[in-house]
């Protein structure tokens, strides 16, 4: 990899954690397997070109998250399986949508006695005279792997508040009359975790999140839902069909003549 010292420092991550994630890359690459041994330090250092110390603290990140596992006189071993670590395929449609959450494991999270007044980052709808807020973290297999904060349209909450509380909203909104010409659309954003964000889903500080806003409109172009969710980039991936609403056919662009 050999990545030069001086582009390592352009970033404001601090210099170990950098390696970490270039190391953890190597993880899930596969470059390391599951219970092999990684390179020594005299290796690690030629191939990053930083100090021990710097290859010392960017260990301990890694041994802290239980990926790596460091044994007296044996060595370093890889002790998780990264490349099994990017499973959830962030959903494209609402049909998808209803599949990936139907079963989840929920944790309920307070919120304050007010709820702030909506403001999502889309253009169009009619918002709803009251929200229901409702914070939770989503839960696959025990490990945290999202941090949503809901908007519920009052009216509809009203009407079942324990199921809207307890379940996965999409799936009860999707079964509903109102929503058969619905409108459903969402905005992703890289960016990076948070305070709140990492003690929530068990990541760092600055670590990189999928920032996702996500909005339901009924068929009264009433916005009933709106969420703001947040992921660990290293758990999602997006599988796209570019040809998906496109024409299939195509004129060829016509020649110029010379």
């Not at 352009?10 to 041994?37: D, F």
């Not at 009216?155 to 010409?181: C, H, T, W, Y």
Request: aromatic letters at 8%.
């Amino acid at each position: 990899m050999n990545k030069a010292p001086s582009i390592l420092r352009k970033s404001r991550m601090p210099l170990y954690l950098q390696v970490a994630t270039l190391m953890r890359q190597q993880i899930e690459k596969q470059r390391w397997r599951y219970g092999e041994q990684i390179p020594t330090l005299d290796e690690l250092e030629q191939e990053y070109k930083v100090s021990r110390i710097t290859l010392r603290a960017a260990l301990s990140q890694l041994e802290e998250q239980q990926i790596i596992r460091r044994t007296r006189g044996l060595g370093t071993f890889v002790a998780k399986d990264l490349s099994r670590q990017r499973w959830f395929q962030l959903p494209n449609n609402l049909d998808q949508l209803v599949d990936a959450v139907a079963d989840l494991k929920i944790r309920l999270l307070p919120v304050g006695p007010t709820t702030p007044a909506l403001a999502p980052p889309f253009e169009s709808g009619n918002a709803a005279p009251a929200y229901q807020r409702l914070k939770r973290v989503h839960y696959h297999e025990d490990i945290p792997y999202c941090l949503i904060d809901i908007y519920l349209d009052k009216e509809v909450f009203d009407g079942d508040p324990a199921g809207f509380s307890n379940k996965p909203v999409i799936p009860q909104l999707a079964a509903r009359p109102d929503m058969d010409s619905a409108r459903a659309r969402q905005i992703l954003r890289i960016t990076l975790a948070d305070e709140d964000t990492a003690a929530h889903l068990d990541i760092g500080v600055g670590d990189p999140i999928a920032d996702v806003s996500r909005a339901l409109w009924n068929n009264q172009e009433r916005i009933v839902y709106y969420a703001h969710i947040q992921y660990p980039a290293q758990m999602i991936y997006l599988d796209v069909d570019l040809m998906q609403g496109t024409r299939k056919s195509r004129k060829p662009s016509p020649k110029r003549k010379a």
